[in-house]
């Protein structure tokens, strides 16, 4: 079993909302920030959000104000709500777990895990 899988992409018009689940098998989450990334047609995987063990968030400015990652460590799950989308949401979303705390993520390499992501469409 892959040690995080996302899930709750899809289609959604401008303006809507979705929630998107990374679910963590096989290693113990709660000692791990889970971060999110996303990948454009084009364009480069970029981290936009983050969330530590004791649930400190730091977001990407493209998305502050309407996305919100959270974290339920009984159900090994990290959430990303995802509200007021747009159409440069458009993206492959993938989670990845780290031990090192967000402000220290710089590098891909300082991830330990990783998902084969979720697509996200936001059309008209």
């Known amino acids: 079993q892959l040690p995080l899988v996302e899930s709750g992409g899809g289609l959604v018009q401008p303006g809507g909302s979705l929630t998107l689940s990374c679910g963590a098998s096989?290693?113990?989450?709660?000692?791990?920030?889970i971060a999110w990334f996303r990948q454009a047609p084009g364009k480069e995987r970029e981290r936009f959000s983050c969330?530590?063990?004791?649930?400190?968030?730091d977001y990407d400015n493209s998305v502050k104000g309407r996305f919100t990652i959270s974290r339920d460590n009984a159900k090994k799950t990290v959430y990303l709500h995802m509200n007021n989308l747009k159409l440069g949401d458009t993206a492959v979303y993938s989670c990845?777990?780290?031990?090192?705390?967000?402000?220290?993520?710089?590098?891909?390499?300082?991830?330990?895990?990783w998902g084969q992501g979720t697509q996200v469409t936001v059309s008209s």
């Open positions: 990845a777990a780290s031990r090192l705390p967000c402000w220290g993520l710089v590098k891909e390499y300082e991830y330990d895990y």
């Open positions: 096989g290693f113990a989450v709660r000692f791990y920030s």
């Open positions: 969330i530590d063990i004791n649930n400190n968030t």
